[in-house]
């Protein structure tokens, strides 16, 4: 019996994470020794392979399935369980075939799976929980809860409803960074993922990136301060993918000067890519959203909206992030009756290119004294929470700003 965690942290006994193989080689070890120990590792199984073909076959699926090995939406995959078809022959002495008989039998007499068999080499049966039993054992039992926190929200599990399957998002500033992880995590959790950026070069690559693992991905060049290129690419995106569902607002710059010294030209720029830029993304996006009574929009904010970050000095930009919560809070609170959400995420210093320009390197030291965490963020930090933000499962969220800094807005 071989049994495959998905998890990487499983553990030895000793405390050490084990790497994948030697995970494998470990529990098939602890499975031909004393089985208590395996069901100790504490780990469900995404997939459990058994050879039909093998003495311990009933006992292994026994073992399996009482002690809770397999996950709740794993498959139990036995091999050989046609046996050339013999099992289908009357008359049969030869050992094997009884044996394999016999496990087919308990298989299909167990009410708690479902299975199909495919005749590939020695048969190959797929095996999974059988949702229909769990609800006629869950019915028949009457002191139990049956609503939607017991089921599901609309039967569905709480990491299905964090998939983002079917969904057509963008995500601007999406060539390098912040904006770059965003779209792998959005495309990871099923949406087809147009990238935008003021560099066609870095969305291509990243686009790229997407198609490699898979995911639907198109790439466009465009200033989003500009309305023209604002309308071009959701006009594009339409006509490719039919329409828009999440539209993630990340693109930003910043200039650091002291306010004494801010130009007019610092401060209009940076507005005209933060907060105009965002405003026009957020109206072209949520005019489409609207009218289909359906979206989410998540902007980039910053951790500047709630403190003044130092030494270095960035008048404009904390300005125009916390003109972005603003503009998140009014938009969230005017569209939710319209079935369009709107949030922001605010992250401490995260560790991209924007922050290691020649002046802002030698204040990295200077920073991790004022964050609890005692690291910068790294850009997977941030990952999981677009994606919940995007998702169903954040529907009740609107206007708020989350705030991912390792404490330290709160020192
Ligand atoms: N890095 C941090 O520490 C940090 C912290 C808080 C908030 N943020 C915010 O996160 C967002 C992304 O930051 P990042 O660190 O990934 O930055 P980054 O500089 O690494 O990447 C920004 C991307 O946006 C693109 N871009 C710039 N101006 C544009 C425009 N006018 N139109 C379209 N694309 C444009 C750039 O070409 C670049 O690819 C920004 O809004 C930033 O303010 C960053």
Redesign the pocket.
């Known amino acids: 019996m071989t049994l495959r965690a998905n998890a990487s942290f499983i553990r030895d006994r000793q405390g050490h994470s084990l790497p994948r193989q030697e995970m494998i080689t470990e529990i098939q070890a602890q499975s031909r020794g004393d089985t208590k120990e395996l069901v100790a590792v504490g780990e469900h199984f995404d997939i459990v392979f058994i050879d039909a073909d093998q003495r311990n076959a009933v006992n292994d699926y026994n073992f399996v399935m009482d002690n809770h090995l397999l996950r709740m939406d794993g498959v139990i995959c036995v091999e050989n369980t046609l046996m050339k078809g013999q099992v289908y022959l009357e008359n049969i002495s030869d050992e094997n075939v009884l044996a394999v008989r016999n496990l087919n039998n308990v298989i299909n007499s167990d009410p708690r799976v479902e299975q199909v068999i495919l005749p590939v080499q020695g048969g190959m049966s797929v095996i999974r929980r059988s949702r229909a039993h769990a609800d006629r054992v869950i019915e028949s039992k009457k002191e139990l809860v049956k609503d939607d926190v017991f089921w599901g929200y609309n039967r569905c599990h709480i990491l299905d409803r964090l998939r983002l399957d079917g969904k057509v998002a963008y995500v ?8 770059r992880a965003f779209a792998h995590a959005l495309g990871e959790a099923g949406a087809k993922v147009a990238i ?4 066609l070069a ?1 969305a291509e690559v990243v686009a790229e990136e997407l198609s490699l693992k898979g995911i639907k991905s198109m790439a466009m060049g ?4 500009k309305p023209e290129d604002v309308q071009r690419i959701l006009d594009a995106i339409v006509a490719r993918w039919g329409t828009v569902h999440i539209a993630c607002n ?5 200039m650091n000067s002291a306010s004494e010294d801010t130009s007019l030209e610092e401060w209009d720029k940076t507005f005209n ?2 907060l105009r ?1 965002l405003f026009l993304c957020c109206q072209a996006a949520g005019r489409i959203m609207l009218k289909q009574g359906y979206g989410k929009i998540i902007n ?5 909206s709630l403190i003044v970050p130092h030494p270095q000095k960035q008048l404009a ?1 904390n300005a125009s ?1 916390a003109g972005v919560v603003k503009l998140t809070q009014t938009l969230g609170t005017e569209w939710i009756d319209r079935g369009v959400r709107v949030n922001c995420i ?5 560790d ?4 290691h320009s020649e002046e802002l390197k030698p204040l990295v030291q200077r920073w991790l004294t004022d964050i609890p965490a005692g690291k910068l ?1 790294q ?1 997977t930090d941030l990952q999981a929470a677009v994606v919940y933000l995007a998702s169903e499962a954040s529907d009740y969220m609107t206007g708020h700003n989350l705030a991912i800094e390792g404490g330290q807005s709160l020192w």
Do not use: C
């Open positions: 601007t500033g999406g060539g390098q960074g912040i904006g935008v950026d003021l560099v870095k465009a200033d989003v301060s990340n693109a930003g710059i910043n890519v933060n830029g980039t904010a910053s951790m500047a930009y992030k605010s992250p401490g210093i995260v991209t290119p924007l922050i963020a850009v």
